[in-house]
């Protein structure tokens, strides 16, 4: 086996390998003709599509929305209630993804002059996804359409009480589905068990996805119906701002069609044209236009924060708001939330590192917690997922004996799958979600027995996966090769994320100059080369682990190989570059 820079065992105990082909040419001082090539075939870009996927266009990726089962059916229903003036309810999860699909709705129905309202659940009182009281309650409303976001698949009882009132639901979902549908006048979801083989290939799509794929055959109808024939056709294009931030923030894989949306998308968002988006930005102290990771990483989890521990409705409030003065307001409450919603979880993260220390090495990591906040659990199954190696499931314990748990997996392992599993066998409540992600309700008392349920199932699965865990660098540059420049010229593979991820460079030999511990555990450092450069690195909550106690207790006359993304540290009065260190091994 030929490792990188003859590296099988690393600081973290992790071999380091070439991402794609071609590893032999890529050894320190080697940069590619064409460096953008090499990253897109590394990443499973045929060469025949090398162009496409340079500049991913929506032209280029978008499929006939007719492919999709239930589509035209859900489109010619949703052009009924526009040209009739229907009262439509928009029905979104708390989420990112739930308020993006339903801002994309809403602004769309409005500029086709059709005003629906949204209707976002509250995370504690009523849970995920529709209840039949909530759509009763909307139909006695007035509401003659209702339109599910991001939540449905799974809603037999609820859709089944829609049913009797004589209420038409469509749901546009995107979660695992089971053989069985619950009832529904239309059900778009490209992960269907019935959905034809190219429609499936769309999977991938975030909810925000699928909903625009609606927006465009609801267009179409319209017009073979002349409803444009005395009034303007609404820009579909310029909602992709709203369908790249669901994309980015719901974690979808940035492949195919997920590319163009969020490529396309950020330079909708550069132009600030939506006032919410505009006012969100501003909040999140950002100076420049916004760039991929901070959708992930600055807008998603402000606007996520008004489902976990504030306002559920803030987000599509704010999406669809054009009013700048209360899209400042709101962004300022989703701020404020975000900063109440890191403490909260910042406490739980903490419970559970010490229950996980204890419960032993099982496949899942499924820890229960007394009085845990339901708005946090699935960012500490993401910290504990990382910090474990392996899928974990976080669960909040009420005080009736009810636990809502989130889950996250690893590559390899489909949590989501295995979680309707453990419902369909009578452990859950309730449970659903796809193969990197899974949601789920339980008794107090089955928590173990779920625990037992997934270590059988999985365990299998998840050896696998941590046996082929390996860190994959696409290059290796010396110290003076990380700068700018080089960071710039990497971004034309982008957009980077799920799927599509961003390159990860090795350089050295190092010395470490001066390591510290900063924030809430990160390890900064800064590491001189033989070169005479030096750059500064920093390894997010890391100071505890291996690696980072190998970086402080490191000698001055040892050297070492580092590993991680490249980024621009704008901080200061010019760009720099930085390393976002994931590894190190020793040189010598």
């Keep these: 086996m030929t490792f990188a820079l003859n590296i099988s065992r690393s600081i973290t105990g992790q071999p380091w390998k070439w991402r794609g082909e071609g590893a032999d040419a890529r050894e320190p001082g080697y940069l590619p003709d064409d460096l953008v090539t090499q990253l897109l075939l590394a990443r499973g870009c045929p060469r025949d599509a090398l162009e496409a996927h340079r500049n991913p266009t929506i032209r280029a990726f978008m499929p006939d929305p007719s492919l999709f089962r239930d589509m035209d059916a859900a489109a010619e229903r949703l052009a009924d209630a526009v040209q009739r003036g229907e009262d439509v309810r928009i029905f979104g999860d708390y989420d990112v993804d739930g308020a993006t699909s339903a801002a994309l709705l809403i602004r769309l129905l409005r500029d086709l002059g059709l005003?629906?309202?949204?209707?976002?659940?509250?995370?504690?009182?009523?849970?995920?996804?529709?209840?039949?009281?909530?759509?009763?309650?909307?139909?006695?409303?007035?509401?003659t359409l209702i339109v599910t976001v991001d939540c449905g698949a799974q809603a037999f009882e609820a859709l089944a009480m829609a049913r009797e009132t004589g209420v038409d639901v469509v749901v546009v979902d995107h979660h695992k589905c089971s053989a069985a549908l619950p009832l529904a006048l239309a059900l778009v979801n490209p992960n269907r068990l019935d959905e034809g083989d190219e429609a499936a290939t769309h999977g991938h799509l975030a909810a925000v996805g699928v909903a625009f794929l609606l927006g465009a055959a609801l267009v179409r109808v319209l017009r073979g119906r002349r409803w444009f024939a005395t009034r303007a056709e609404p820009a579909l294009m310029e909602l992709l701002d709203i369908v790249a931030l669901g994309t980015v923030a719901d974690v979808a894989q940035l492949k195919g069609l997920n590319r163009a949306f969020v490529a396309q998308g950020l330079k909708v968002m550069a132009k600030r044209r939506n006032i919410g988006l505009a006012a969100l930005i501003d909040a999140s102290r950002l100076t420049r236009a916004p760039l991929c990771h901070d959708l992930g990483f600055a807008l998603g989890p402000r606007i996520n924060a008004g489902g976990r521990v504030g306002q559920a409705d803030l987000g599509v409030r704010l999406l669809t708001t054009d009013d700048p003065a209360e899209a400042a307001r709101i962004a300022e409450q989703l701020n404020q939330y975000n900063e109440e919603r890191r403490a909260i979880e910042s406490s739980v993260q903490e419970q559970a590192e010490a229950l996980l220390a204890a419960q032993g090495n099982r496949a899942v990591a499924v820890i229960a917690g007394q009085g845990w906040h339901p708005g946090v659990i699935g960012i500490v199954a993401g910290r504990i997922k990382e910090k474990a190696g392996r899928p974990a499931i976080v669960i909040a314990l009420d005080e009736d004996g009810v636990g809502k748990g989130s889950g996250r997996s690893i590559s390899g392992v489909d949590l989501g799958a295995a979680v309707m599993a453990a419902k369909d066998s009578g452990l859950l409540v309730a449970g659903g979600g796809h193969a990197m992600a899974a949601g789920l309700t339980v008794a107090a008392d089955r928590v173990e027995a779920l625990a037992d349920f997934l270590d059988d199932r999985l365990s299998a699965a998840v050896a696998r996966a941590r046996d082929d865990r390996a860190l994959l660098i696409d290059a290796v540059l010396a110290p003076a090769g990380v700068n700018p420049d080089f960071i710039a010229a990497i971004e034309a593979g982008g957009p980077y994320g799920a799927g599509w991820p961003a390159p990860r460079i090795a350089a050295g030999p190092m010395r470490v100059i001066k390591a510290d511990i900063v924030g809430n555990g990160h390890l900064r450092a800064i590491m001189g080369g033989e070169d005479g450069r030096s750059f500064k690195t920093i390894a997010f909550r890391q100071a505890q682990t291996d690696l980072g106690q190998a970086i402080l207790g490191a000698p001055r006359d040892r050297r070492l190989w580092v590993a991680g993304r490249a980024k621009i540290d704008d901080w200061g009065s010019r760009p720099a570059a930085e390393l976002h260190l994931e590894d190190a091994a020793w040189a010598d």
Excluded at 120 to 143: C, N, T
Aim: charged letters at 25%.
């Design 115 to 143: 005003a629906a309202k949204p209707y976002i659940p509250d995370r504690l009182m009523e849970g995920y996804g529709p209840s039949g009281e909530a759509l009763v309650r909307l139909a006695g409303e007035g509401a």
